[in-house]
């Protein structure tokens, strides 16, 4: 066996996703605390002193006191190397959070205590379910009053689809909590935690880790993030039970982490991360075999080879150069334009990972300059921030508008805001009253020419060049769809 493969099997990856305000930036940072890789959490605020949450680093997020963006960060605990990926948790910014889900080989769902399963988190367990990712649960806010702890695992089980047992239950809730304890190791219970405990027994099945690695079941935990109760419980339960890097599927073949040969696909990129450089970061999932610094890796869409002199690993936006890193690791390259969402880097072998597509965007608006000395600004600002993924540019093939089209309102805010403060561009938005984009693909080249010539004032082109439909109307589209046959129209880039 290679003598890399101890480093892959300390390795857990995983993200955190929730509902916003369910306390998932706050459970990250406890987790930090534990690896001890912070020394003071983020929601500790006095009079002296402020700081805001490690992993919610961009300043529109200090702001918004939301988390925009995924961050990723890495730590040692108990001789395990744990990578976190903390997610938005706004809807608005749910395709950061659907990519970042195929860099990942599990996910903890956070869920508020008082409020249940909610909008988002039933969407971000959708995906887990499409991938059969292994699920752990987090009730949170147990220090507050909210629903009884059955009524929330019948809740989950109910709206996620997925069989539960609980591994923790609390002592009290509300203003009454103030400890957690292991439900198989219960000791010094009051009569109503026995009952609870003949009932869970009677009930629930008892936690089978192959159930859980299959997807088919999730681990609950019952805690506070706020108050630290709880979290610790979680961890080491995690760290023993959660898989190290899994196999990954590429169009060609399965890919497994414990493969010789290094290969590993772009999910996220972001500009920016240092203000003073301007510069974007490409942020891998290394899926087999060692990445090592200045050694020469094949980019498979452009057929180069590139090597890497300063491969970072992260702690928020707190990057650190490193020599190699290991399958499960996220490595952040630098990128000059060189990389797309989606690319693949191999030791040399041909080889497209797949999972990576752009969804239809559902708000569209024109974006104008707001002033015309920055034009060479704006344009710069735009294509890094398109490249992202956050949001997708596209040009009206009649008359060369810019139109940005996204899955919500924030999208709109936090362009304009990041343009003005790392671009020093300022620009204006449109309303563009529009029901969907779609992907054309012709099956027939002359129905195509008849199509491109009749809706000439529906058709835009995405920053790959590719022809997009742009229907202002459900009935729009339905009819080009009955009057053309031999044009299909995908709602995902990636057909």
Known sequence: MPNFVDEILRRRTFAIISHPDAGKTTLTEKLLLYGGAIHVAGAVKSNKIKKTATSDWMEIEKQRGISVATSVMGFDYEGYHINILDTPGHQDFAEDTFRTLTAVD????????????????????????????????FMNKMDREGKDPFDLMDDVEQELGIQVTPVTWAHGQGVKFESVFYVHQPDQLNDKEQADMELIHGVYPAFDREAYLAGDLAPVFYGSAYKTIGVEELLQFFVKNAP???????????VDPMEEGFTGFCFKIHANMDPNHRSCIAFFKICSGRFERNVYYRHVRKDQLMRFSAPTCFMAQKKETVD??????????????NFKIGD??????????????????????????????KQKQLDKGIHQLMDEGVAQLFVSQ??????????????????????????????RWENMPMYKACWIEALDEEELRMFKMRKAQYLATDKEGRDV???DSQYILSMAQNDYKQIRFHFTSEY
């Open 469 to 471: 439909f742009m229907a």
């Open 324 to 337: 190699e890193a290991f399958a499960g690791d996220i490595v952040g390259l630098p990128d000059t334009g």
């Open 344 to 373: 693949t880097l191999t030791s040399g072998e041909n080889l497209h990972f797949k999972g990576l597509p752009s969804f239809s965007p559902e708000m569209f608006k024109y974006i104008e300059n707001a002033d015309p000395m």
């Open 398 to 427: 009649m008359n060369g508008r810019k139109i940005i089209g996204t899955v919500g309102q924030l999208q709109f805010e936090v362009i304009q805001y990041r343009l003005e403060h790392e671009y020093s561009a300022k620009c």
């Open 106 to 137: 599990s996910v903890i769902i956070v869920i508020d205590s008082a409020k249940g399963v909610e909008t988002q988190t039933r969407r971000l367990m959708e995906v887990c379910r499409m991938r059969k990712t292994p699920v752990m649960v």
């Open 244 to 254: 190290s890097p899994r196999p990954v599927e590429a169009i060609e073949r399965k």
